[in-house]
């Protein structure tokens, strides 16, 4: 078996000879790095094993594997992978996939399945193939692309499966807040005893809801993104985004596409006060969410509230958790708290989640019901993808479905002149000019639309009942060229709030009065 390996430039590692690998010199990766290991499969090697040496730096915080060979005459090569110890010793085997998968990724908190999660130790790797069947007097060539992240691109690496789910524009709905057996989620078990609510059972609950995405986001922990990674391949119309409920005594907060341990001790040497957490988020381009923040924040619910000591720097935050279970018309709603924010000063995006904590139950929290799903997260994404959702979410045209319908929708937009905002835009509309704003409400006949400016419901609609399943309203806004900002929510025929929808953001570039 001949075996040639090509490396970039970008440390010291390079081919001696076109037909066999060289060992790396002492070196530490800093950007990403890609190697090539080629070569042939002969006939006489038929049920063997063979080792493709190939050198990790020191730095290096993920490799990614993908290999592909000939298949002609029947030929099968199975996929493994050795770390640079022993074979059964700490740093040695990392897993086995056989002939199941051709690419796999292995980094410090998640792994693909079949492969286990763990520190990479610097030194000589080996790609593990196994040859159950080749014909004798064949050959079959082989390829393994190995890309090898270092921690500042590792951390927060895209999923294997990169391709989106939905390749289009559009709506779709989510849940943004929810915990398993990997935090404290529970549920009744065979015997009807509560146990460790499997994350299995969370996706389920989430597709029976006619959810698009949903972020799982256990307290404190990353333990759950080797099962997400799992379960992503079978729920191949549900987006699982990793994410993380940063938990501490003055605070709650999500922060969405994680892919590495947080710091989340508030209040230690290490980590004296909640902007170095929000500092050390915006570094790796992660964005986060203020949980629930005006709940209790005492011994009914330690650190629930949220209460920063010094104040946070709320720059660094892209989102606020304005709705959380079923509080929407609750005292312990954070809408008040989100508009304050916006008020202000702060552009930040209003969203929701479950909270949940028993996937296949709506059990009864304290600010009422909380099942995956109520209330749904409704972003407007350019594809539904991890990164296409998450864009979505900052740039803030979403809207949340206080009760989590399968069809109700919001949409809002302001024009002035040629120029268009929809609900997380801006728009410069001049003092003594008017902005046309369009909404157009669906699957809510009977209900009414109310506006909020600045914090205050105004009365700018006149006619602001909701008559027919589909139904689209305008009004004027007339500006005074100050700053301001302009939210629409619509109330179900019960008069409870059905939709709450983000602001449109008028002169915001202009100088605060």
């Avoid at 590692?13 to 010199?25: E, I, K, V, Y």
């Avoid at 990790?56 to 640079?84: H, M, N, Q, W």
């Avoid at 909270?355 to 009422?368: C, K, L, Q, V, Y």
Wanted: hydrophobic residues 40%; negative net charge; contains cysteine.
């Amino acid at each position: 078996m001949s075996v040639a390996l090509l490396a970039a430039p970008a440390f010291a590692q390079s081919a001696d000879a076109p037909d066999a690998p060289s060992h790396a010199r002492s070196a530490t990766v800093e950007h990403a790095v890609d190697l090539i290991l080629q070569g042939r499969i002969a006939g006489s090697e038929n049920q063997t094993y063979r080792e493709l040496p190939f050198q990790v730096p020191a730095g290096t915080a993920r490799i990614e594997v993908e290999f592909d060979y000939d298949r002609s005459d029947k030929t099968t090569i199975d996929l493994g992978l050795i770390g640079p110890g022993d074979f059964l010793g700490h740093d040695g085997f990392r897993g086995w996939s056989g002939g199941n998968k051709r690419s796999f990724t292995v980094a410090a908190s998640d792994a693909t399945a079949s492969y286990s999660p763990g520190a990479l130790a610097a030194g000589e790797w080996k790609l593990l193939l196994g040859i159950p069947n080749i014909r004798a007097g064949r050959s079959a060539a082989y390829t393994a692309r190995i890309r090898l992240a270092p921690a500042a691109a590792a951390d927060e690496a895209p999923q294997e499966n990169r391709a989106p789910l939905r390749n289009e524009p559009g709506w779709y709905r989510g849940d943004l807040h929810m915990h398993s057996a990997h935090s404290d989620g529970n549920c009744a078990s065979q015997s009807g005893a509560r146990a460790p609510c499997p994350l299995f059972l969370s996706a389920q609950a989430a597709v029976a809801a006619g959810l698009d995405f949903v972020a799982v986001t256990e307290h404190n922990t990353v333990s759950h993104l080797p099962a997400l990674r799992e379960l992503q391949p079978h729920f191949d119309r549900l987006l699982l985004i990793p994410g993380m409920e940063i938990t501490t005594f003055q605070g709650h907060a999500n922060v969405f596409g994680v892919r590495a341990p947080v710091d989340f001790r508030v209040g230690s040497a290490a980590v004296p006060d909640w902007n170095a957490v929000l500092a050390q988020l915006r570094r790796r381009g992660l964005p986060v969410s203020i949980n629930h923040p005006i709940r209790p924040s005492d011994e009914r619910c330690m650190g629930c509230g949220w209460t920063p000591h010094p104040a946070a720097d709320l720059s660094l935050v892209g989102m606020v958790e304005a709705i959380n279970g079923g509080d929407a018309d609750t005292p312990g709603s954070g809408i008040a708290f989100w508009q304050r924010e916006l008020s202000a000063g702060h552009r930040l995006t209003g969203i929701g989640g479950s909270d949940n904590h028993d996937a296949p139950t709506a059990a009864e929290e304290p600010f009422g019901p909380s099942r995956i799903g109520r209330p749904t997260t409704v972003v407007h994404a350019r594809e539904l993808s991890e990164a296409g959702i998450l864009d979505g979410l900052r740039a803030g045209n979403v809207f949340v479905d206080a009760f989590g319908s399968r069809d109700r929708l919001l949409d809002v937009q302001a024009r002035h002149g040629a120029n268009e905002a929809a609900m997380g835009g801006e728009l410069v509309v001049p003092a003594g000019q008017r902005a046309s704003v369009r909404v157009q409400v669906r699957n809510l006949a009977g209900g009414r639309i109310e506006a909020t400016v600045d914090g205050a419901r105004v009365e700018l609609i006149v006619q602001p009942q909701v008559s027919a399943a589909q139904q689209t309203l305008e009004f004027d806004w007339p500006s005074d060229g100050r700053r301001h900002w302009l939210r629409i929510d619509v109330r179900d025929a019960q008069g409870r709030l059905a939709l709450m929808g983000n602001p449109v953001y008028f002169n915001w570039g202009a100088q605060r009065p």
